[in-house]
């Protein structure tokens, strides 16, 4: 994976894996038992035909808990080390299991299987009595950028999408569709399995990897500025909190008005990834609820005494994005709400590649 975007250092590779893997079959009479983990599958290239004994145990669920550590586990073997780190931190024992069940947990190898929490992380936590990205730091995975980019992939159908068990046990398509490649590699994770299509709809597994991909994606999705290459996220959040909506926009223009566009690319992509990456990054600080309606975003942002509903268009305007806000009712469920409400409408110009009209009710 590492190797992704050099063909001739990858068929290299693979032709090194082919060999050692001929090399096990050969001795097939001296292993008794033998067991591959972190395997990613190249089919096309017949990386394991010299060794077509295996049994693929991926969507076994039998095996679904044999990789990491398992709630039930969590609780029978590691309770003094949760309740040293819960001490340490100024928590009840209650409030650090669901800490760590938020940042550590979520990992599925099969739908309908228990969570299973990524031990390198849980470990690194118990031991140090610090909650971190323990296992986003220990490498860039410059790779799922290459293919995002590569395959023009609208990040918010990430978690949206639906794959059948063949695609998502198959990398020879990621040239097409980057996500069996994304869960493969544990940057997303089996959510949920639709009986009667036999697809599967992937997502992230915890906290942990959601925001560490994210806040990874930032400076391949945002407008380039050296100066505010964190875009003031701070800055942000104090003016959501505080009600300061023109305050927002007027940030959010600055953000794209500032920007390099030399490898922008699609426009109209590039503004609904951006976008993507924007709120939900801001969503980290505060409750940001978004869904995709029509191809374009909805986003709902609240915080103890404000709420902000957004509708975004472009190449239109603010007023037509206002009024999409009061013909659909996205106002309604807060309307007996004590905390005060905005509606917004913003309008990205392809042609100017700026936010071009902004309007705050």
Not at 119 to 138: A, I, K
Not at 179 to 185: D, M
Not at 296 to 325: N, P
Request: a negative charge.
């Amino acid at each position: 994976m590492q190797a992704i975007g050099n063909e001739q250092l990858q068929d290299d590779y693979r032709n090194v894996l082919k060999a050692f893997y001929g090399a096990l079959k050969s001795a097939d009479k001296y292993i008794r038992f033998a067991f591959l983990t972190g395997v990613t599958k190249f089919g096309k290239v017949s990386v394991f035909s010299d060794l077509n004994n295996l049994t693929d145990i991926s969507f076994d669920r039998r095996y679904s808990a044999i990789c990491g550590v398992t709630e039930a586990e969590l609780h029978e073997y590691f309770d003094a080390g949760v309740a040293e780190l819960a001490d340490v931190n100024g928590m009840t024992k209650e409030e650090c299991y669901g800490q760590l069940k938020l940042d550590y947990d979520g990992y599925h190898f099969d739908w309908n299987t228990p969570g299973i929490y990524n031990p390198f992380s849980l470990l690194n936590t118990l031991s140090s009595c610090q909650f971190r990205d323990y296992w986003f730091e220990t490498g860039t995975p410059t790779f799922l950028v290459h293919q995002l980019q590569k395959t023009n992939y609208r990040l918010d159908e990430m978690t949206e999408e639906k794959l059948s068990a063949d695609t998502l046990n198959s990398i020879d398509i990621m040239d097409e569709n980057p996500l069996p490649l994304l869960y493969q590699s544990g940057y997303l994770t089996i959510k949920d399995y639709d009986v009667r299509f036999k697809n599967f709809r992937l997502g992230f597994p915890n906290r942990e990897v959601r925001e560490g991909v994210v806040k990874y994606l930032v400076p391949y999705y945002t407008p380039k500025n050296e100066n505010k290459s964190n875009f003031s996220i701070a800055r942000f959040v104090d003016e959501v909190e505080n009600g300061n909506a023109e305050g927002f926009m007027r940030g959010l223009e600055s953000f794209f008005a500032n920007g390099d566009y030399a490898l922008m690319g699609d426009k109209e992509l590039y503004f609904h990834n951006a976008m993507y990456v924007f709120f939900t990054l801001l969503g980290f600080y505060v409750d940001v609820e978004r869904h995709t309606i029509n191809g374009r975003m909805d986003i709902v942002v609240q915080t103890k005494d404000y709420v902000y509903i957004f509708e975004l268009k472009i190449d239109q305007s603010a007023d037509v994005a206002l009024k999409q806000i009061d013909e659909k009712g996205y106002a309604l469920p807060f309307a007996s709400d004590s905390r005060k409400l905005f509606r917004i409408g913003v309008n990205f110009s392809t042609e100017k590649r700026c936010i071009d009209d902004g309007k705050v009710l």
